[in-house]
């Protein structure tokens, strides 16, 4: 019996060595999500010499479904790009520390004065790329925004994506909402596409119609993480010279909450980096 047993601890044993040695291939199930884990730097991203077309693969770890998809946007910018310079842009064309900050899917009457009122607390200027009906729906918001300095932008009427509908349906879209801004304010024809993309018809039309579409080199991820930490890395970590940085003012997970949080400590740390905040408007119509 102590040979038995002492046989039976043996094989426990060792088999308990295989499993630590395998643990990394042990799944849960028969489709586990897959992180995927990017580097960042240890130290400042700072990059030189970026051209439009650029855009950061974000530094915090993603689930590979959102990978593979984040991989082929950024892949679809930089062929828009090639394709249509001066046209459409991933990031400024500013060799020196000029950097935009830019915030989409509002205004609302409960995030975006919340944004507003950081950015005053911070002497720093943005750019919002509003929803047309939002824009219509809170005017006293936009009449705020315009007033403490900051650039009007458009973001479409209701926040269809352009790569599901026709060119005709986007150039409605866009052109309704671009009437409403101007009734009220002087409004340069930028525009952002919802989710980033427009096809390479679409982009022949807003380029014919006398539109610039603006996308975004650097990612807060604040639409998909929910963490203030993680939208801080996003940005300090992949900020560079020229960077647009994307940010949201409106909707999403618990009324954007992490933006909120995280935003003081974004714009503290990009000024003593020396970074100048600067609207669209001050760079590519300049």
Known sequence: MKKAHKLSLLIYW???IVLIQNIDTITAGPNPVQLIHVEAHTGYSDKTNVESGYVAEPPINIDRNMHLHLEEFRN???????????SIYSCLPASDNRIALTFDDGPDPHITPLVLDILEEYNTVAT?????ENAQKYPEVV???VKSGHQLANHSWSHKRPTSITVYDLIDEVNKTQKVIEEKYACTKFFRPPYGLVTSEQMQ???????????WSVDSMDW??????QIQKCVLDKVHPGAIILM??????HNRQATIQALPNIISELKKRGYQFVTLDQILNS
Do not use: M, W
């Open 14 to 16: 060792l088999i308990y």
């Open 76 to 86: 679809k910018v930089k062929e828009l790009c090639n394709a249509y310079p001066h």
């Open 128 to 132: 919002f790329f509003v929803i047309g």
């Open 143 to 145: 009449q705020r925004i």
């Open 205 to 215: 039309q807003l380029k014919l119609d006398g539109y610039k579409v603006i996308v």
């Open 224 to 229: 998909y993480t929910t963490s203030p930490q």
């Open 248 to 253: 949201h003012s409106a909707g999403g997970y």
